[in-house]
């Protein structure tokens, strides 16, 4: 398991790029060989009092989970998308049990006085931590509403602190930036969780079972002029005369990968975003809207 994880974030600093995009495609392989390297490391536990073994292969899978090369690639984000979603199991359950494992070893570890020779700057590993658990909410929305997200919030924070002294003087600055943003995407889901059940309360009567899930000011291509299509395949990229003469405002989508948007596959919705924008930014001129 370390030669594995070891060679793999080996890849990602020293490889070429397509090394680095092969990566995440074996991980995520059909016959599912990578699957169950993944799998057999987030089931592991601490043997013993051999705290080093099992932190220093954590740590490496999560710095290979969390490798810019990955996360930054859209050529291999489905395959990224895939091991996230793998990685968190079902309602982030997986996911969250690995990382408080992870903290409770290295408190553990603390308290026992037990040596870590091979896991480099222990400070890093509650860093790797919140960056891990920062994609996943990010990728999987639906995983930000396990009640066990917020104590392991404060598990990492807590680790953070113990071992600030041994860590680059940064870090922990950004590790309380990145909790911070795990805690605000929690607090937004849970909002927008009850906002939805005071809109079912308040509409009890009329009978209706849909439900938009857009907010209210957002827009969506439907038809309502010649070229307002949703597949950017088939719009015509010059204004026509009916867009031009239409009262209806057009879909802008955000920039921003927490907004909605009608199109769950990343690397569609990156297409989809900047082609309407682009488009819009050459045509419109200065009735250009705020996006972000």
Not at 29 to 53: P, Q, S, W, Y
Not at 120 to 129: K, N, T, V
Not at 150 to 159: C, F, G, H
Not at 260 to 284: E, G
Request: charged share 25%; with cysteine; glycine share 6%.
């Amino acid at each position: 398991m370390r030669h594995l994880w070891e060679g793999a974030l080996r890849i990602l600093e020293e490889g070429d790029r397509d090394w680095r995009q092969q990566l995440p495609q074996d991980l995520n392989d059909d016959e599912g060989t990578g699957h169950r390297h993944i799998l057999t490391l987030l089931n592991t536990k601490v043997v013993g009092a051999d705290f080093d073994t099992f932190i220093n292969n954590a740590h490496n899978f999560l710095l290979t989970l969390t490798h810019p090369s990955l996360l930054r690639c859209l050529a291999v984000d489905t395959h990224v998308g895939s091991l996230y979603n793998l990685f968190g199991g079902s309602g982030g359950k997986r996911a969250v049990q690995f990382l408080q494992r992870l903290c409770d070893a290295l408190m553990a570890a603390r308290r026992s006085g037990a040596s870590l020779n091979s896991t480099g700057d222990i400070g890093a590993i509650p860093l790797s931590a919140s960056l891990a658990l920062f994609e996943l909410l990010r990728r999987e929305r639906r995983m930000r509403l396990n009640e066990d997200i917020p104590a392991l919030v404060d598990s990492i924070q807590a680790t953070s602190d113990v071992f600030k002294n041994e860590a680059c003087s940064d870090f922990a600055t950004r590790i309380s930036n990145r909790l911070n943003d795990v805690r605000a995407l929690v607090a937004r889901t849970q909002g927008l969780v009850s906002d939805d059940k005071m809109g079912d309360n308040s509409n009890a009567d009329d009978g209706d079972d849909k439900i938009s899930f857009y907010p209210r000011d957002i827009v969506v291509p439907s038809n309502r002029f010649d070229n307002d299509k949703t597949d950017i395949a088939d719009m015509s990229i010059f204004p026509t005369r009916d867009e031009i003469m239409s009262d209806h405002k057009e879909f802008l989508p955000y920039t921003d990968p927490d907004q909605p948007h009608f199109l769950d596959d990343p690397v569609q919705r990156h297409v989809d975003t900047y082609f309407r924008l682009l488009r819009h930014d050459i045509f419109s001129g200065s009735k250009l809207r705020p996006i972000c």
